[in-house]
DNA sequence: AGTTGATCATTA
DNA sequence: TAATGATCAACT
């Protein structure tokens, strides 16, 4: 029987294979094995499906802005497909910090450091599923193409321009190919320091980096062909 | 208030 | 119906 991990995996290799073992079994049947509670949906617990897995793949416990394996350089993260495994979501990335990125480059970035390498971990995520029916895929272990790199090059120095120039107001999810910024906070009073207009200092909205489910869907279908 | 885990729900 | 903008919980 499958239990969750009491330690983190000392490998990749490990860690894949620990992933693996869990492709075709239910969020119900980990959440029994765990004695955790499955949540009827995830108006509430949004997180829960990430947190899960967490669990049985033995990654850091606690909400640390550091990647869930550090010492494998290893990043998870689960994607919630349909039923023809297309993602339903865009992917969160990381926090958008807002003041002081005059010095960071792409290269330096949490953005680039969070991609460098993740382990995708696709899961059933049709609203017509109970969440305890939804099925684990395969899991995708995935560093960037050249290609796709470029273009989160040039979306994220694209975006992180407009901040540092006092465009944060002007930044919608419509900017970046591959990388957007949305709001992340816990709801419309939640306000954190930016650069204004004018080079002010100015409240605004707490902003995210998300990967646009076109992204995504091209890391998974790129996976299936090898 | 910031950062992790994300999905929800209204709008276009 | 898809995407944008909004929101939920746990932990620090």
């Given at each position: 029987m499958?239990?969750?991990?009491?330690?983190?995996p000392?490998?990749?290799?490990?860690l894949?294979?620990?992933a693996?073992a869990?492709a075709?079994?239910?969020?119900?049947?980990?959440?029994?094995?765990a004695?955790?509670?499955?949540?009827?949906?995830?108006k509430?617990?949004?997180g829960w499906?990430g947190?899960l897995?967490e669990?049985?793949?033995?990654?850091?416990a606690?909400?640390?802005p550091?990647?869930?394996?550090p010492?494998l350089?290893?990043e998870?993260?689960t994607?919630?497909?349909?039923?023809?495994?297309l993602?339903?979501?865009?992917?969160?990335?990381?926090?958008?910090?807002?003041l002081?990125?005059?010095g960071?480059t792409w290269?330096?970035s949490?953005?680039r450091?969070?991609?460098?390498?993740?382990?995708?971990?696709?899961?059933?995520g049709?609203?017509?599923?109970?969440p305890?029916?939804r099925?684990?895929a395969t899991?995708?272990?995935?560093?960037?193409s050249?290609?796709?790199?470029a273009?989160?090059?040039?979306?994220?120095e694209?975006l992180?321009?407009m901040?540092?120039?006092?465009?944060?107001?002007?930044?919608t999810?419509?900017h970046?190919?591959a990388?957007?910024?949305?709001p992340?906070?816990?709801?419309g009073k939640?306000?954190?320091?930016?650069i204004?207009?004018?080079?002010?200092?100015v409240k605004t909205?707490p902003?995210?980096?998300?990967?646009?489910?076109q992204?995504?869907?091209?890391?998974?279908?790129?996976a299936f062909?090898?």
């Open positions: 499958i239990k969750p991990a009491t330690n983190p000392k490998t990749i290799d490990e894949v294979t620990r693996q869990l075709g079994l239910t969020l119900g049947e980990l959440a029994n094995w004695n955790i509670q499955v949540p009827a949906n995830f509430r617990e949004k499906t947190q897995l669990l049985f793949l033995g990654a850091q606690g909400s640390n550091e990647q869930d394996f010492d350089g290893v998870l993260k994607l919630p497909i349909d039923s023809q495994g993602p339903l979501e865009t992917t969160y990335v990381c926090f958008a910090h807002l002081n990125v005059s960071v290269e330096t949490n953005v450091n969070k991609l460098n390498c993740v382990l995708w971990v696709p899961v059933e049709s609203r017509e599923l109970l305890a029916q099925r684990i899991p995708v272990l995935w560093q960037p050249q290609a796709q790199l273009v989160l090059k040039q979306d994220w694209e992180m321009d901040i540092v120039l006092g465009g944060v107001e002007h930044i999810a419509k970046g190919q990388l957007q910024i949305r992340k906070a816990a709801d939640a306000l954190t320091d930016a204004g207009a004018d080079g002010q200092r909205r902003r995210g980096f998300y990967l646009r489910k992204f995504t869907q091209q890391i998974l279908l790129e062909v090898d």
